[in-house]
């Protein structure tokens, strides 16, 4: 979905207790992913949510911290936000970075059934991160939240 014709959505009513999320982010660029963190709890505190936030070194250190997050037995979580930015350069880094990020969570999704929003920005320039990630309806960080949001329903519909 482009930013320019994201959707305004509200958060939707969850059925139960308030859900517990995880957020997980790479601040690498700190002014891009805080703006999308705050644009998801924006979402979060619409929906009653609560969350945690922790973070790692970077981008490709999302599956991981993700991995780890599921495995742990201390907390329960009804779902994980996930947050970063990559920038483009002048190599190939970025286009393997990406493929890896990408892939090493949708593996996770697919095989765990977790409840993951996944707000990773991939783009050419730092001015396109900041663009979505400010404080108007274009921001990642809140689509992101909204689509977790939604896959707790689903979870929770079924009952899982």
Known sequence: ??????????????PGPAPRLLV??????EQVVGGMRRGAERVFAEAG???QVVEVA?????PAALRM??????EAYDGYLLLGCVVRGETDHYTF???AICHGVMQ???ETGAAIGFGLLTVDTLPQAVARAGEDHHNKGAEAAHALLGQVALR???GL
């Open 1 to 14: 979905m482009s930013t320019i014709d994201a959707p305004v959505r509200a958060a939707q009513p969850l």
């Open 49 to 51: 949510a609560t969350h």
């Open 58 to 62: 970077g981008g490709y250190e999302l």
């Open 156 to 158: 929770r519909r079924w």
């Open 69 to 74: 997050a599921l495995a742990q037995t201390g």
């Open 108 to 110: 996770i999704a697919a």
């Open 97 to 99: 970075i990406c493929d």
């Open 24 to 29: 997980i982010q790479a601040p690498y660029y």
